[in-house]
């Protein structure tokens, strides 16, 4: 059994996907060619997005979105402390100050009050001036922007989506990378839409902030003349076989993926309920599942769950063993374990499962029954 069959995945689309690259090679045209425009106008039509500016992996598309307004020094960026370290690493990379806030004890999501409280303590201190969140779609479920956006406005907030694992998701009818001021996801090839290798895109809603996120792709250089450098910026560009490769995975993803996965998870659910905590989905909701992830219960010695798993042949993984005031790069800010007791609880009980749209019932059975079985030892 495979945690993402991607293996699976290309045998569904062989046919599109090596087509696609053949067209790609004839050209010859490998960088930004004809496939990264039309993909990029898929993407934006397919979340309802203005533009979409594809470039080299999720962590760039973050840091292009904070170049796009020009944060930087004396900005905070808050971001979920329960989350990939790219989330966080973002804002230094621009020379913000990072604030991790604490997330939702049931969809893992950054937590709308413990950010009114954390945006609140960097105003009265006074230190830097509140500039953004980023905003998790953790494991395929978007963040509640419902509930975020009115303390973003009230305080004077950009939002950022980082729709990294969330692709495919949606919240009252709108699709993940529609909501904030701008969103990103990601193509890493475990993602829910995932390429052969990196890429990433950023989505915003104006002509002018999509030109100004090219120039900062390219190395900040004018439209006019390529050799004119306008601005500083990166080198972050999609090349043009992963687009061939994103286009039928896109359709895939939309024509029966989703479903699957969503059937996949609730197969999961009903096999394992009562025996360890399950994900949440809350109503109006509906989750791309990047992961599905369950916490044990308390007590469970979970590198021994891991070990039985394997020998039953189920691979599993953390996600994620630590929080972002954790990691040794933070370790000089000094922030407080007592102001995260729910990553606290997620990074020490939580344990992802195999989840890919080409599970069989029989993967998902032996995997929940497995886990039954180690979950009973441990009692």
Known sequence: MQFHDLGAQYQALKADIDRGIAEVIAKGHFILGQEVARLEEALAADVGRAHCVSCANGTDALVLALMLWGIGAGDAVFVPDFTYFASAACASRVGARVVPVDIEPDTFNLSPRALEQAVERVEREGRYRPAVVVAVDLFGLTADYARLEPIARAHGLRILEDAAQGYGGRMNGRNAC????????????????????????????????????????????????????????LNSRLDTLQAAILLPKLR??????????????ADYTRLLEGVVQTPTVPEGFFSSWAQYTVMLPYGTRRERVQSRMREAGVPTMVYYPRGVHQ??????????????????????RVLSLPMHPYLTPQDIRQAAEALRACVREEA
């Open 252 to 265: 895939a993803l939309r024509a029966y993926e989703l479903d699957r996965l969503n059937q996949a998870a």
């Open 327 to 348: 990691q040794t790069a933070y370790a000089h800010l000094g922030f407080c374990d007592d102001a995260y007791p729910n990553t606290l609880d997620a990074c020490a």
């Open 178 to 233: 529609a909501f904030g001021d701008a969103a990103i996801t990601s193509f890493f090839p475990a993602k829910p839409l995932g390429c052969y290798g990196d890429g990433g895109a950023v989505f915003v809603d104006t002509a002018e902030e999509a030109a100004l996120l090219r120039s900062l792709r390219a190395n900040g250089r004018s439209e006019t003349d390529k050799y004119d450098n306008q601005r500083i910026g």
